[in-house]
């Protein structure tokens, strides 16, 4: 099995094509059942990969049909995830252990449901915690509009950028939505964004923003008339040869502004999402808004990275900490101090909420993404 990259599956799933009973013709039934059910087709790539690794592991050791599986494989299995080392020396993160064990765990499911095996032997499978992380950048406002300065305006592909960043700032959605806007979502007049089947296949309506909206205006108007060719099927940004944006080229351009920029942090399209939940709770923004701005069906997701902004901290931490200050204690102010909720714009809607937890989840998310992106198919031109 090839280990150049742990995010790239084998490409030929181990076995016997032509056997009925084997992995490869099961996981195409498999990937085939999940796609009927509308699973998107990252997660179906997804999922074919991690089926992909447990079948060659099982071929090195002999086994070739799912119905020869037992507990104790799976169970070594989980141990060989455990110890694997990648290309660079590093063990695979919990979450990636975790990735790797959940559509196994659904496939012997489908295969004891469906009368393909006897009995199910990943049914026990315990899967590994994983870990919760800070981001590794959040930009502050003033950082971002380093990086929104630097397209070059005298050009149509500077002002399509600008357009781009300007749109993922204001609304923060993810990549794959971006790439996916069409000129029939965009409300100028409103100052609306349409985002169509986002993940999870749901749609939504979210505020795009005046000077965003401005942005889109000029855009519209001056630059993809000249990027469109027909049939125009009405995405929104356009490649210089009118191709709609893949997910890569879209992440490599933007990391390529980010870098430009001198902000000195790491990151692209998800940088922006980052940047726009934690400003927007500094500003004050009730969690429940933020929650519909970035797409989250359960308000409980947004809960776990939009919490209590790390600035909000700072300020209770400096009010009623006696040795956060210089000055003592006892002379600071001689007043009572504030409410949390005052001094925490955001905070009264989240509860006991903590500030590290305002971004793991988008850092989950953005795990989840990098996953997605191996099912999408070749890059378009810039």
Sequence with gaps: MPRRGERNPPKVIAGDPEDTQGFPLLVAEYCEWLAVRGYAPGTIHGHRGSLAWLAGWLAERG????????????????????????????PLSFRAQHGRLVPVRIFFRWLMRSNRILYNPASEIELPKTEQRLPRAVMSAEEAEQVLACPDLSRPIGVRDRTMLEVLYATGIRRAELVNLTVFGLDIERGTLMVRQGKGKKDRMIPLGQRAGAWCARYLADVRPKFAVEPDDGTLFLTWDGARFSVQTMTDHVRGYVKRSGVGKPGSCHLFRHTMATLMLEGGADIRFIQQMLGHTDISSTQVYTQVSLKALQAVHAATHPGASNQPHSTRHGARLRPASDLAPGAAAGGEDTAEALQNALDAEAQDEQQDLHGQDGKSAA
Aim: hydrophobic share 30%; aromatic share 10%.
């Design 63 to 90: 086994v070739s049909r799912p119905s020869e599986v037992t507990k104790p494989m799976i169970d070594a299995y989980q141990r060989a995830l455990y110890y694997r080392r990648k290309a660079d020396g590093q």
